[in-house]
C-alpha cells in the first residue's frame, strides 16, 4: 500500500493568514491526491483532487499543488469556516490510503 | 442535489457481523461511478474498505478482504456493507460516498459510528 505522510498534524492559525499542509507519498502517485476537509456534523468535502483541481464549489482561496511524492495544499486568507480537520488521500492506486490529518485550529 | 444517508445498528458485539445501509437520493448508483465505504477510528485514522461500481463490481482493502462484503438494492438505490468477525478495533464511523472522474470521493455521507463490544 502507498503510505501518507501528513504535516503538521496541528496547525494554529488567525483568520486573513494563509497556511500549509503537506502530503508525501511513499511512492509516485502521478497527480493523484485529494484533499479533503472534515467538519463536526457535515458530510466530509472534496475540496481539490488530481493534486491541484478545485472541486465545483470549492473557494479560490484553496489551492493545490504537487505531484510524484509531494503536495500541498494551501489556504489563503483564512475565513473562520476554514477551520477543521484536513486530509489527503491518493487516489492512484488501490487500496486508496489517507494522511493522518491535520487539524487547522483558530489562534 | 445527491445525498448518501448510512444507516444500521450503533452497537454491535464481538464475533458478530457488522451490517450498514447507504441509501442514495439524487442520483441512481447503476448509473456511473464507484461507491465506497470508508472508516475513521478513534484517534483520526482513515481507511477506505472498498466499493462497488456503477455496474455491480467490487473491489475490496485486501486488509478487509476475507471479511467484507459489499452489496446493492438497485430497486431501493442502496448500498450495503457487511463486515464480519469483528472486534473491538472495527470500532469506527463508517461512511459511505460516492467517487468523481478520477476517483477522488466527490460525495459522502455523515456517517455512522459503530461500537464493538460486549
Known amino acids: 500500500d502507498v503510505q501518507m505522510t501528513q504535516s503538521p498534524s496541528n496547525l494554529a492559525a488567525s483568520p486573513g493568514e494563509s497556511v500549509s499542509i503537506n502530503c508525501k507519498a511513499s511512492k509516485s502517485i502521478s497527480k493523484y491526491l485529494a484533499w479533503y476537509q472534515q467538519k463536526p456534523g457535515k458530510a466530509n468535502k472534496l475540496l481539490i483532487y488530481s493534486g491541484s483541481t478545485l472541486q465545483s464549489g470549492t473557494p479560490s482561496r484553496f489551492s493545490g499543488s504537487g505531484s510524484g511524492t509531494d503536495f500541498t495544499l494551501t489556504i489563503r486568507n483564512l475565513e473562520p469556516e476554514d477551520f477543521g480537520l484536513y486530509y489527503c488521500q491518493q487516489h492512484n492506486e488501490y487500496p486508496d490510503t489517507f494522511g493522518a490529518g491535520t487539524k487547522l485550529e483558530l489562534k | ?118
Do not use: H
Not at chain 2, 444500521?8 to 447507504?22: D, R
Not at chain 2, 431501493?76 to 476517483?103: H, I, M, W
Open chain 2, 1 to 118: 442535489e445527491i445525498q448518501l444517508q448510512e444507516s444500521g445498528p450503533g452497537l454491535v458485539k464481538p464475533s458478530q457481523s457488522l451490517s450498514l445501509t447507504c441509501s442514495v437520493t439524487g442520483y441512481t448508483i447503476t448509473s456511473g461511478y464507484d461507491w465506497s465505504w470508508i472508516r475513521k477510528f478513534p484517534g483520526n485514522k482513515m481507511e477506505w474498505m472498498g466499493y462497488i461500481s456503477y455496474s455491480g463490481s467490487t473491489n475490496y482493502n485486501p486488509s478487509l478482504k476475507s471479511r467484507i462484503s459489499i452489496t446493492r438494492d438497485t430497486s431501493k438505490n442502496q448500498f450495503f456493507l457487511q463486515l464480519n468477525s469483528v472486534t473491538t478495533e472495527d470500532t469506527a464511523t463508517y461512511y459511505c460516498a460516492r467517487s468523481n472522474y478520477p476517483g477522488a470521493l466527490a460525495y459522502w455521507g455523515q456517517g455512522t459510528l459503530v461500537t464493538v463490544s460486549s
